[in-house]
């Protein structure tokens, strides 16, 4: 299956490699400024060309740190930036201090969470200036959905819709960025949303990995008919499919202590890939660009290791008996294309 040539025109061709940037934002522990710096600039060197982040990561740390570097290794802006809104930030007497909504050391400012649509358009134009961009590429509207709002989902759903929303499109429109979408946790409100309002992309963060793969039943089929290109966040699900269960560390899934069910499915996943020597962490990150809606993949990297570790597990060959493998146990949807020995990597 090609949908490729249903895609909205709008949106740029995307690498099937990108930056997640949330951990140079101090994501749950400080990364050093020069350490952040350096995961950057490798990244770039490795070929990587398409970076994520959100003014909500380190309240704004992440976006001024990507978009100091950005400064001096893209001034004439070829790479690919997305950023987010939703939130506004809004300044604290705080500094430096213990962890806040998952950032360490973070800004002194507080989100607040904002889909107006003076709202968007504020948040849009201080995300341009911390980056130093003219335009932005990708611009997503974060977090909607009963996963983070609950009972407060509808009202803020609304408010996007009526003028958040409005804003996203007339930015698109005047050429301001070019492509608009939604960056979420959960695939049923991009549903939502998709039944009232035209997208370019959608992120997906965490649902559509070696561990969950719901996604298919009606997420990507409607995402395939209108020609939304997905970009598959969190391809780790946290840490537990890269870091396995027989690390020391906790076992984290959905930015929670791992359940007992979920830890066993990792077992199985880890021992399946034991049989042909392949990483865990490698079928993780390959898995979701087998699907022809998924355009990129883009994992958090913190420093050059991770970098490093990242461009390694994306080159691992991994042998169709694998999948055959993983398939035959009941742990891959049996719909869920695959990926194959001589598929084009990331550049």
């Not at 490699?17 to 020069?34: V, W």
């Not at 335009?135 to 709002?149: E, P």
């Not at 007992?260 to 390959?286: K, S």
Request: charged share 20%.
């Amino acid at each position: 299956m090609d949908s490729s040539s249903s895609f909205s025109p709008t949106c740029p061709p995307l690498p099937p490699l990108g930056f997640g940037a949330a951990a140079i934002g101090n994501l749950y522990q400080p990364a050093a400024e020069e350490a952040a710096r350096a995961a950057v600039t490798t990244a770039v060197a490795a070929g990587i060309r398409y970076l994520d982040t959100a003014p909500h990561y380190g309240f704004g740390l992440s976006e001024s740190r990507l978009g100091a570097v950005l400064a001096e290794l893209d001034p004439g802006e070829e790479l690919l930036v997305s950023t987010k809104v939703g939130r506004v930030l809004v300044p604290v007497g705080a500094g430096a201090g213990p962890v806040r909504h998952g950032f360490a050391e973070a800004a002194p400012y507080e989100p607040v969470f904002d889909y107006s649509y003076d709202g968007v358009m504020h948040s849009y134009a201080e995300s341009r200036r911390r980056l130093g961009r003219k335009r932005i590429d990708l611009l997503l509207a974060h977090d909607l959905g009963t996963a983070t709002h609950g009972e407060a989902h509808a009202v803020h759903f609304r408010r996007f819709l009526e003028g958040g929303y409005r804003a996203m499109r007339e930015l698109r429109d005047q050429g301001a960025v070019r492509a608009i979408g939604l960056g979420v946790n959960e695939w049923q409100v991009c549903l939502e949303a998709m039944g009232h309002a035209d997208f370019d992309v959608v992120l997906l963060a965490g649902r559509y990995t070696l561990l969950e793969q719901t996604a298919l039943d009606s997420f990507f089929p409607a995402c395939a008919a209108r020609g939304v290109r997905v970009i598959v966040g969190g391809p780790y699900n946290s840490g537990i499919l890269v870091n396995g269960t027989r690390c020391a560390a906790p076992l984290y899934y959905n930015y929670e202590p791992a359940p007992t069910a979920i830890v066993d499915r990792v077992r199985r996943l880890e021992a399946a890939c034991d049989r042909f020597d392949v990483p865990l962490a490698a079928a993780a990150l390959q898995f979701p660009l087998a699907h022809p809606v998924v355009a990129s993949v883009i994992p958090g990297m913190a420093d050059t290791a991770q970098v490093a570790q990242t461009r390694a597990l994306m080159d691992t060959v991994i042998p169709p008996e694998l999948w055959q493998l993983l398939r035959a146990d009941g742990l891959l949807h049996p719909d869920a294309p695959v990926p194959t020995p001589n598929a084009p990597k990331a550049a």
